[in-house]
């Protein structure tokens, strides 16, 4: 029973996946019947491009679903499929024209929109190569109303598209400070805890607090306090690497996650990202400093246990003098603190 909500869950969280699903569901229901008949008619070459636009469909599918590369398998899904109705009209006369439409604008759900275009192309080139128009009106016909459907096709998949990346960065930005919030950092410290698995990879995690934040919110207001979080998500991500990530994770504590960085990159990376705020992080009182705890990915780390140790580091910063960077000592320590973390299925 556990099986039904697991593939819903897979299948609402990857709408490529979902699409070539359930194309391939609907080609074997809507073609196979077609392919019997002309079988049985004696009909074997229209058969056969019936069979392979069938198997190509389920073999994409059980691609897709196994490997989760649904670009490359929508793609594969396309090319053939595009291919196949490039010749059908030589084959089935007339009638193989009904299908180009469906063809066209699967191709822009299945597969990126420069290659729809380009086997829509391919399509409109082979059909007027191969299907018995009765007359040059009726081609001209068939051209400019394929020629309508792969531009109605390309405005909606592009405006789609255009929607999903809104979507995406409101699901996994922080609408202030513009940088990845708590819901991005679960997923991507994830995938570290993979690659550490996996290939052994170090990684370091920190988490960093503006020092006597609540003072600049008390004397001058929220918006004073917002313009400084601003200023300093731009400086943090300004002097980190490409592939360093920073993440607010609430208030004025963020997040920076070192992949593939051992002790002393870390130490290196959070030493100039501290200097660069010291010189230019500025409130309405002056120089705004912060303090950093940080921790290297130990064996057997999940995310929760790796960010509390993190965290731990920073409460020893803070208690130390505040403006430092500190990394987690392993052994643990008596009343030491740690971070309430709300997992998913939890309370």
Known sequence: MRLVPQLIVRLGGDIRLAMI???GALTVVSVIPFAIFRALQGDWVAAAVDTLMVLTMVGNASFAWMTGRTVLAGSINAVVVSATCAVLPGVLGMAGLFWIYTVLLANFMLAPRWLAVSCGLLIL???LMTAPFPHAMAATAFVVSTALVMLYAFIFASLTEYQRQRLVGLATRDPLTGVANRRSMEVELADVLRSHQEQAQPAALAVVDLDHFK???DL???DAGDRVLQAFAQLV???IRKRD???RFGGEEFVLLFPATDREGARAALEKVQRELRENLMGPDGPVTVSIGA?????GDDWPAWLARADQALYLAKRSGRDQVRFDDPRPSPGERRLHLVMPGSG
């Open 21 to 23: 699903l359930l194309f």
């Open 220 to 222: 001058h207001g929220h």
């Open 295 to 299: 921790a290297l990915l130990a064996p």
């Open 245 to 247: 990530r920073l993440f």
């Open 215 to 217: 003072r600049i919110n």
């Open 125 to 127: 080139v082979g059909a």
């Open 237 to 239: 991500e300004h002097c």
